[in-house]
């Protein structure tokens, strides 16, 4: 069964397709809880007109469906209504961290004087949560006991440092975080896929909006930063590859099979176009809007 309490899916190939899966669930903490949240990404984040959002507005304002009890107005009716980029973002826990742990419970409405340093820090916290989300994930894969120790001391850190004070959050060095997190996830991929059948073909960063993969052997691929905007990937076998920060945006993911799918993530696949014969890992959920 998956997080969510779904079956796990088989692939239309025979055999089921996943990496060895993680130990007991550490990803509680990392899943959003916008009860325990004052609503920060409602009002901390900018977005723009476009046909993500049906408004601009400007960092540190709230949005004009934020009510009172910090929850969404239209939230059942976001996409109808234009916001369909709300329905992408995840802040992987990181709302209830900065709004309960941070700053204590204290509601940024009651607590002017702490409002905008609140809303500087919920980027950053989202990013450390995304980290370990992600380290997390590369827990699970079959890797050597040094980099499974080099994972554990990172996963650690990044812990610890989601932790600090607001004045250390702002002050933290994110870039140099992102690089030493980021090597060791690619370690951890590519010993993961190294193991699996296929050509594993490298894509890593490649442009291929719009590009025609119906029907292709991406099996073990690396994809990671790979632009997938719009790209036909309906029947493709994605078994296994690597997905870290890959832009599936409208992307046709009718299909495909993503069973294993390394360090993907639920905005990723909410983002993108699918239905019920897309295939996906066990631990993310099927969107309600395919």
Same mark, same amino acid.
């Given at each position: 069964?998956?997080?969510?309490?779904?079956?796990?899916?088989?692939?239309?190939?025979?055999?089921?397709?996943?990496?060895?899966?993680?130990?007991?669930?550490?990803?509680?903490?990392?899943?959003?809880?916008?009860?325990?949240?004052?609503?920060?990404?409602?009002?901390?984040?900018?977005?723009?007109?476009? =046909?993500?959002?049906?408004?601009?507005?400007?960092?540190?304002?709230?949005?004009?469906?934020?009510?009172?009890?910090?929850?969404?107005?239209?939230?059942?009716?976001?996409?109808?209504?234009?916001?369909?980029?709300?329905?992408?973002?995840?802040?992987?826990? =990181?709302?209830?961290?900065?709004?309960?742990?941070?700053?204590?419970?204290?509601?940024?409405?009651?607590?002017?004087?702490?409002?905008?340093?609140?809303?500087?820090?919920?980027?950053?916290?989202?990013?450390?949560?995304?980290?370990?989300?992600?380290?997390?994930?590369?827990?699970?894969?079959?890797?050597?006991?040094?980099?499974?120790?080099?994972?554990?001391?990172?996963?650690?850190?990044?812990?610890?440092?989601?932790?600090?004070?607001?004045?250390?959050?702002?002050?933290?060095?994110?870039? =140099?975080?992102?690089?030493?997190?980021?090597?060791?996830?690619?370690?951890?991929?590519?010993?993961?896929?190294?193991?699996?059948?296929?050509?594993?073909?490298?894509?890593?960063?490649?442009?291929?909006?719009?590009?025609?993969?119906?029907?292709?052997?991406?099996?073990?691929?690396?994809?990671?930063?790979?632009?997938?905007?719009?790209?036909?990937?309906?029947?493709?076998?994605?078994?296994?590859?690597?997905?870290?920060?890959?832009?599936?945006?409208?992307?046709?993911?009718?299909?495909?099979?993503?069973?294993?799918?390394?360090?993907?993530?639920?905005?990723?696949?909410?983002?993108?176009?699918?239905?019920?014969?897309?295939?996906?890992?066990?631990?993310?959920?099927?969107?309600?809007?395919?």
């Amino acid at each position: 069964m998956g997080e969510d309490g779904e079956e796990t899916p088989h692939t239309s190939r025979g055999e089921p397709f996943a990496l060895p899966p993680s130990g007991p669930d550490r990803r509680s903490a990392l899943r959003a809880d916008c009860a325990s949240c004052f609503g920060l990404c409602c009002v901390a984040l900018p977005f723009a007109a476009s =046909a993500d959002f049906a408004l601009d507005k400007e960092a540190g304002r709230p949005c004009p469906n934020l009510r009172e009890d910090s929850r969404c107005g239209i939230h059942s009716h976001l996409r109808e209504k234009g916001f369909s980029g709300c329905t992408v973002f995840d802040c992987f826990g =990181a709302g209830q961290k900065v709004s309960q742990i941070t700053f204590e419970g204290r509601d940024w409405r009651r607590d002017r004087r702490t409002a905008k340093q609140m809303f500087a820090v919920f980027p950053v916290m989202r990013l450390l949560h995304e980290l370990l989300r992600h380290l997390d994930e590369a827990l699970s894969l079959p890797v050597d006991p040094a980099l499974r120790d080099g994972l554990g001391r990172a996963a650690a850190k990044v812990e610890r440092l989601s932790l600090e004070d607001a004045g250390t959050l702002l002050a933290l060095d994110l870039a =140099a975080l992102h690089r030493e997190v980021g090597d060791l996830l690619s370690q951890s991929s590519a010993q993961a896929r190294a193991a699996l059948p296929g050509p594993r073909a490298d894509h890593r960063g490649a442009d291929l909006i719009g590009a025609r993969l119906r029907g292709a052997d991406l099996r073990g691929a690396d994809l990671r930063g790979s632009y997938l905007i719009a790209a036909d990937l309906r029947d493709a076998d994605l078994r296994g590859a690597d997905l870290l920060g890959a832009d599936l945006r409208d992307a046709d993911l009718r299909g495909a099979d993503l069973t294993g799918g390394v360090f993907l993530t639920g905005p990723q696949v909410t983002s993108a176009k699918g239905d019920d014969t897309t295939l996906l890992p066990a631990s993310l959920s099927r969107p309600a809007h395919w």
